[in-house]
């Protein structure tokens, strides 16, 4: 299930804590897809704490506790990582992350926990939604066979590969223009994993946010750029964005194209995904401010400049879902509607 459609799950499923119908929800997906981040906007979102159990880094003992003696006997000390209202509140999180990676004993002790919301004595409060993640076997990390009495305990959900999702997130998110306009032009490079060949590095959603902090750092050091992009995404596709970056300089005047002077689409394709992409971040940019309007309307004017109304249509669209519906009461928006015939709006 795409990203989008995951978020509307997770949504209901955290309301669904607060009224007694949450079913625990199980996301399985290669590595660097974004399985913890979908749980980590999902706590943003609602301004609640997400705890974060990393279960192949446990023991046993972790999650059922400590024995201990009192008097003639024996009780368990709770561990203080489990959700407690008192300490954490009454709304909120349990996220059990890696839990193929989990040992089968830690496995065993998770049972109760997910199934039953207790452990012994400890129960999660009401309120709280249980959430876990993990790779799937053939993904070349350390998995176990999840064992069927705890498979039978989750709703299952894998996660999957959108462009548009990961495009929303990223100009939501700030994600260099330079990154969001190459994956435009290179799709397929958004993940690329082969668990045949076990990459070091490989692109994924995880490690292009790592080439946006690297271009962060040394886009103004070009003697290791190169270097840097492909320690982050590995050989192939470092090289690939780099010769896209060195084409950038060609660009048209994007000031010019916001003043509404008539400037010609390029004609390399290359070109023409990163004006549209660098076009909707000035939109970005423009929203709220007293000319916003006015930026719009030269942007849907210049889509109808592209000889494939297609790219015209992915930069409107990419626009729509940044800035929201305001898009629509600008007069140049029914124009370009027009001009565009039959082809059809994201959703």
């Known amino acids: 299930m795409r990203p989008a459609l995951l978020n509307t799950v997770l949504d209901h499923e955290f309301f669904g804590a607060q009224n007694g119908s949450h079913t625990p929800v199980m996301l399985w997906g290669p590595p660097g897809v974004g399985k913890s981040d979908l749980i980590a906007q999902i706590g943003e979102r609602h301004d609640v704490p997400v705890i974060d159990i990393r279960l192949s880094q446990m023991e ?3 999650l059922r506790g400590i024995p201990f003696r009192d ?11 489990l959700p407690n209202k008192e300490l954490h509140g009454d709304k909120g999180i349990l996220f059990l992350d890696e839990i193929t990676s989990a040992v089968p004993s830690v496995s065993a002790a998770a049972y109760q926990l ?7 004595e400890y129960e999660v409060p009401d309120g709280w ?4 993640a993990g790779n799937r076997q053939g993904d070349r990390g350390v998995t176990y066979t999840m064992p069927s009495p705890l498979a039978n305990r989750f709703s299952h959900y894998e996660v999957d590969i959108n462009l548009d999702d990961w495009v929303s997130w990223a100009y939501k998110n700030g994600i260099d223009e330079k990154i969001i306009a190459f994956l435009r032009f290179r799709p397929e490079l958004l993940f690329d994993f ?3 060949h076990n990459p070091v590095a490989f692109p994924s959603p995880r490690s292009w946010q790592f080439v946006h902090n690297a271009l962060i750092k040394f886009i103004d050091t070009p003697q290791v750029l190169l270097g840097t992009l492909q320690a982050c995404v590995g050989p192939a596709a470092g090289i690939e964005l780099k010769a896209f970056i060195d084409s950038m300089d060609q660009m048209p005047d994007l000031d010019a194209i916001l003043r509404g002077e008539d400037i010609k689409a390029p004609k390399e394709i290359d070109l023409q995904y990163a004006v549209a992409t660098a076009l909707v971040g000035r939109a970005i ?4 401010t007293d000319n916003a309007k006015e930026v719009y309307g030269h942007i849907l004017n210049y889509a109808k400049a592209f000889r494939q109304k297609e790219m015209g249509v992915m930069l409107v ?3 729509l879902r940044a800035i929201g519906d305001d898009l629509f009461s600008v007069p140049e928006f029914g124009q370009w509607a027009s001009s565009i015939g039959d082809i059809m709006l994201y959703d």
């Open 317 to 319: 669209s990419d626009m």
């Open 129 to 132: 939604a249980i959430f876990a």
């Open 285 to 288: 940019r423009a929203k709220d």
């Open 194 to 196: 082969d668990p045949a």
């Open 71 to 81: 008097k003639t006997k024996v009780e368990w000390a709770i561990p203080s990582m």
């Open 114 to 120: 997910i199934l039953d919301r207790r452990l012994g």
């Open 60 to 62: 046993p003992s972790d």
